[in-house]
T-cell receptor, first 112, second 106 residues
């Protein structure tokens, strides 16, 4: 099993550009989530999904969209990148919200 | 005030020392997680516990629900234990602490 995969590993964007961060898992997990990690702060939940076709907002959803058309994939879209979105983004999956989380390797995003 | 507080923020140890990292929380929880983040950035789940104690190799995690406190212990620490250790609690979502950076020197 590949576990949780994320692409790209690193991305530089200009302010106003859009992009999609990809996340996929092969463990048949229903619960998937996106976090951002900033210096001096704990991981913060952006969006999550409890199954295909169901998504909901987390703590810091503004500027991000998600969709969940399949159990395996949970892409995160930045609509119009801003410097405040410079961060490291982690995707995670688990059988349910309260169970052990499996994290992807992260995407480091720099917005200029 | 953060809902999850970890101490210390930074910890330096000599190889072989016994390490303790603390986590206190202020909300009602269903479970608590300990995670490890290596310098390369990857995050791995170490423990999930809702009561008592769990042990895996040289790692021991304990939780006291009444006191809203958990500890992560590392026995016979080794340089490969150098990492950031993160506490997270389950409410209706996961709330993360800011992590404890551990460096173990030979």
């Amino acid at each position: 099993n590949a576990g949780v995969t994320q692409t790209p590993k690193f991305q530089v964007l200009k302010t106003g550009q859009s992009m999609t961060l990809q996340c996929a898992q092969d463990m048949n997990h229903e619960y998937m989530s996106w976090y951002r990690q900033d210096p001096g702060m704990g991981l913060r939940l952006i969006h999550y999904s409890v199954g295909a076709g169901i998504t909901d907002q987390g703590e810091v959803p503004n500027g991000y969209n998600v969709s969940r058309s399949t159990t395996e994939d949970f892409p995160l879209r930045l609509l119009s990148a801003a410097p405040s979105q410079t961060s490291v983004y982690f995707c995670a999956s688990s059988y349910s919200a309260g169970r052990t989380q499996y994290f992807g390797p992260g995407t480091r995003l720099l917005v200029l | 005030k953060n809902e999850v507080e970890q101490s210390p923020q930074n910890l330096t140890a000599q190889e072989g020392e016994f390490i303790t990292i603390n986590c206190s929380y202020s909300v009602g929880i269903s479970a608590l997680h300990w995670l490890q983040q290596h310098p390369g950035g990857g995050i791995v789940s170490l423990f999930m516990l809702s009561s008592g104690k769990k042990k895996h190799g040289r790692l021991i995690a304990t939780i006291n629900i009444q006191e809203k406190h958990s500890s992560l212990h590392i026995t016979a620490s080794h340089p490969r234990d150098s990492a950031v250790y993160i506490c997270a609690v389950n409410t209706d979502k996961l709330i993360f602490g800011t992590g404890t950076r551990l460096q173990v020197f030979p």
